[in-house]
């Protein structure tokens, strides 16, 4: 969570009394985990060691982290995995694997050999798949449909190994968009609950929006409040790990945009840069 000028606002100040104390955790404990996450695959049961490994540390933390350290190797390695060499010896192997046997997870064992999303792969071989079976070259809210809802491809056996890569990225596909969205919106409810609890006045994005703003932090302020000696203008809810790469990002996406509308204090959005862990 992070909340202006550019200064995270621990949730322990606005929380509700829990039986557990609030964890905070240090740039070396994150480090730590990242490290250990390098030869890891991203399954369900990689998590379930990596709890082992690291007990201290809740599920919800681990698997944000998991999720976004595995989406920086996505990143990295995205282009090899879509030439169209590495796509033909893609869709040859779906297509020899569903030969021999079409019940079999080809897919999503093809996808955790070459270390890609399987939600990711199945969109390479139903583009693919489309391509060679439609006259005109599929959209794109056509695949994000059939992604959605499998049943729609025209294959029942592509429907059923698409379906098995979907259910099974832990990371990727429409089902984790939906369930981000769905925490999201949860946490967006939990904070507005707590400012309401501690009487703060504020406007939320959807009034923001009415008054013309084009960007907007979830919540604004309208009587600034002083935090650990930062004047705290405006916060905006993230449901997800804070890293530094993710603050470099949502400063430059986002929270720049709120500094040079609001006119905050230079010195508050300078010690903002600092910031090395992430106030959970």
Not at 98 to 122: C, F, H, K, T
Not at 161 to 185: E, F, M, R, S, T
Not at 221 to 233: D, K, N, R, S
Request: proline share 6%; charged share 25%; glycine share 4%.
């Amino acid at each position: 969570m992070a909340a202006g000028c550019l200064r995270p606002v621990p949730l322990r100040l606005l929380r509700r009394p829990s039986p557990s104390p609030n964890m905070i955790l240090t740039k070396a404990q994150y480090d730590e985990i990242a490290q250990c996450l390098v030869s890891v695959p991203p399954t369900r049961q990689s998590l379930r060691k990596l709890k082992q490994t690291f007990p201290s540390q809740s599920q919800a933390t681990l698997l944000s982290i998991f999720s976004q350290e595995y989406q920086k190797h996505i990143k990295r390695t995205h282009a090899k995995h879509h030439t169209s060499e590495a796509i033909e010896t893609y869709y040859q192997r779906y297509l020899n694997g569903v030969g021999r046997n079409g019940s079999a997870p080809v897919l999503l064992e093809l996808a955790n050999e070459v270390d890609y999303a399987p939600s990711l792969m199945a969109r390479i071989i139903l583009e693919r798949f489309l391509q060679e079976h439609e006259e005109t070259p599929p959209s794109k809210s056509v695949i994000n449909s059939m992604l959605r809802d499998p049943s729609q491809i025209p294959d029942g056996v592509l429907a059923n190994q698409v379906y098995q890569c979907i259910v099974n990225d832990c990371c990727y596909g429409p089902l984790v968009d939906c369930i981000k969205h769905a925490i999201g919106h949860e946490h967006e409810v939990l904070l507005r609950d707590l400012l309401l609890e501690k009487n703060l006045s504020f406007l939320d994005e959807d009034q923001l929006r009415a008054k013309g703003y084009d960007k907007t932090p979830d919540f604004i302020l309208q009587v600034p409040v002083a935090v650990e000696g930062h004047i705290i203008h405006w916060i905006e809810s993230k449901a997800s790990f804070g890293d530094e790469c993710s603050h470099h990002a949502y400063l430059h996406d986002q929270f720049w945009s709120y500094w040079n509308r609001d006119d905050c204090n230079q010195a508050e959005i300078q010690n903002s840069k600092k910031l090395k862990k992430a106030c959970l």
